[in-house]
């Protein structure tokens, strides 16, 4: 008799070690955003310094709370689905479905979009490209990690490290170079701050700090593949921990690069600084060179998000809550190949149909709403679970309540400065009702019948 037969389902193979997770953590989230977003933020504070650098701090100090506070739910629950898991045995399966829906349809796929339009764009730095082939060069990317992803955690794990070894040596020597060879800092002094009253820059401050945390995305992704770490409830928050310092120096390295290199204004007008910017220390080649290197980081951070967030769509199948047939295995690799294939799938309708800048802002709004949710887990579960644990979140409870505030904030911010894109993400949650009333009437039906497939929860 076979394991499902028995009604039993095989587990995810557990391989990935703490290095694995560490560069699960920096890989995925060092993406497209540190070239593209700085400008973007500078655009939005009208070339003013000091308030654009106040809205990336903010936004590496609440990833940093969030991500203290997520490493004690990952000690807790160390299983496969991350944030999934703690929603769902915190407040229930709706909240948890609505989370893998929003996941799929706009977060996970979202983010995986919006890396693979970014690069085609860069793609364009090195090649003259009609635009139709940009759109052509994101559906191949997406297509290429797929076929990695199915054949392997532990292969792909290796090529992710590697890749993300390369591209952050590759960082931190142009973010040197930058300062080194920068001279606009008296430039970056002039344009520091606005004649404007605190009330007036907090909003644009909270639109850098929006496009910051996009930067930031992803941070969290370690925890889907709980299931597959070995050692999880110490290996996990030490990744976090680690990928954290290291994302937060290498972020405000490049912010400030790019200023002291190109001056406030034209660092505000390039479509690619971190490729402008090198141009001017290192000239033509350097700056394909470091085109080079993005694409490479863009790539790893697609190959991140797409070995992550695969898990949480087959943790839900197995709970029932997805069709069953994404709850398997490839039966020669043991990956979960039927779940990475839809999430490649309508990454690449996404890529194929959406902009880089509505897809940031689409998945930055949508996950907030679900991170914040994912905080508050942390009192149920010291409710529930008293005891001595593997990790407990420093400074708590101040800790995740900071985190929630500023969740709240940005959800808030988004809302009264971006009511369009709210509306997307929000309408993007709300389809997932009627999905979540269907998918478990299919359920109970599968149930009377006897032949689900999917051993319930107990």
């Keep these: 008799m076979s394991k499902r037969q028995s009604g039993v389902l095989d587990p995810l193979p557990r391989s990935l070690t703490l290095p694995d997770l560490v560069w699960i953590v920096v890989g995925t989230v060092i993406g497209s955003g540190i070239f593209i977003v700085p400008a973007v933020t500078l655009r ?20 940093c709370l969030g991500a203290l506070t997520y490493a004690e739910l990952a000690a807790i629950k160390p299983e496969a689905g991350g944030l999934y898991v703690y929603i769902r045995d915190a407040f229930g399966r709706l909240p948890a ?43 191949l990317a997406i297509g290429l990690i797929c ?34 060879l920068g001279r606009e800092g008296p430039a970056v002094m002039a344009r520091m701050w606005p004649d404007a009253a605190l009330g007036r820059l907090l909003p644009t401050i909270g639109m850098s700090m929006l496009g910051g945390l996009w930067a930031y995305e992803g941070w969290h992704y370690c925890s889907f593949s709980a299931g597959e770490a070995l050692d999880p409830q110490r290996n996990l928050p030490r990744a976090l921990g680690i990928g954290m310092a290291i994302l937060v120096m290498v972020y405000t390295l490049a912010n400030l690069g790019y ?61 029932g809550l997805f069709f069953s047939w994404l709850g398997t295995l490839h039966p020669q690799y043991a990956t979960p190949a039927p779940a990475i294939l839809v999430a490649a799938m309508w990454a690449s309708v996404l890529a194929v149909s959406g902009t880089f800048e509505q897809l940031l802002n689409y998945v930055v709004f949508s996950a907030w709403i679900f991170y914040g949710l994912g905080a508050a887990a942390v009192f149920v579960f010291r409710r529930r679970l008293p005891g001595p644990r593997a990790f407990s979140v420093p400074g ?25 894109i709210a509306a997307g993400g929000a309408a ?11 998918l478990s009437g299919r359920r109970s039906q599968l149930d009377a019948g006897g032949s689900q497939g999917v051993v319930p929860r107990a």
């Excluded at 392997?152 to 390369?166: C, I, M």
Aim: glycine share 8%; net charge positive; proline share 5%.
């Design 44 to 63: 939005q504070n009208d070339g003013y310094v000091g308030p654009t650098l106040v809205g990336w701090t903010l936004a590496g100090v609440f990833s």
């Design 97 to 139: 479905f609505l989370y893998g829906w929003t996941l799929l349809v706009v977060i996970g796929t979202g983010s995986i979009a919006a890396l693979a339009v970014a690069f085609g764009i860069y793609l364009r730095e090195l090649f003259t490209l009609p635009p139709w082939m940009t759109k052509v060069a994101a559906v």
């Design 147 to 180: 076929a990695l992803n199915v054949r392997g955690v532990r292969q792909t794990a290796a090529v992710h490290a590697t890749v993300t070894a390369l591209k952050l040596g590759a960082i931190l020597a142009m973010c040197a170079a930058l300062l080194a």
């Design 259 to 319: 200023v002291v290199t190109l001056g406030p204004a034209r660092a505000a007008g390039a479509e690619r600084v971190a490729a402008a910017a090198t141009s001017v220390v290192a000239g033509p080649i350097g700056a394909d060179l470091v085109t080079i290197v993005i694409l490479l980081s863009i790539l790893s951070a697609a190959n991140g998000t797409m070995l992550t967030t695969p898990r949480v769509y087959f943790a839900m199948a197995r709970d």
């Design 396 to 420: 708590y409870p101040v800790t995740p309540i900071l985190f929630l505030a500023a969740a709240g904030l940005l959800v808030a911010n988004t809302a009264v400065t971006r009511p369009i």
């Design 428 to 438: 993007a949650v709300a389809v997932g009702l009627p999905a979540y009333l269907l």
